[in-house]
């Protein structure tokens, strides 16, 4: 069983930045894929980018390209979202998720097996 734990959220004001952590709680720990999601006030979770374990390949949604980045370190099992130049409709609770088996599409929820209990980021105007 693998647990994911999210940290780094906060209030910050429009135009700062912060750094989400993913730690996954588990012995060995090599999935195939990690994502961070988003669901803000009102709205589905959405799917906000992914990186692959292995060659550290990343994904990202269109309104965070340029502005967030995805990176892992493999030997403490963490994966971390830098988030630049936030906006207000940047507001969401953020989650982690790891997809164990090979999946082609890095945004479908479905294809991840774990998730974690979401840390809140509220942007300011």
């Known amino acids: 069983q693998v647990q994911l734990v999210e940290s780094g959220g906060g209030l910050v004001q429009a135009g700062g930045s912060l750094r989400l952590s993913c730690a996954a709680s588990?012995?060995?720990?090599?999935?195939?894929?990690m994502g961070w999601f988003r669901r803000a006030p009102g709205k589905d979770r959405e799917f906000v980018g992914a990186?692959?374990?292995?060659?550290?390949?990343?994904y990202y949604e269109d309104s965070v390209k340029g502005r967030f980045t995805i990176s892992r370190d493999n030997a403490k099992n963490t994966v971390y979202l830098q988030m630049l130049s936030l906006k207000p409709e940047d507001t969401a609770v953020y989650y982690c998720?790891?997809?164990?088996?090979?999946?082609?599409?890095?945004?479908?929820?479905?294809?991840?097996?774990?998730w974690g209990q979401g840390t809140q980021v509220t942007v300011s105007s």
């Open positions: 998720a790891a997809a164990i088996g090979t999946h082609l599409f890095p945004g479908r929820q479905a294809d991840y097996d774990y």
């Open positions: 990186i692959n374990w292995s060659d550290s390949t990343t």
């Open positions: 588990a012995r060995t720990f090599s999935p195939y894929r």
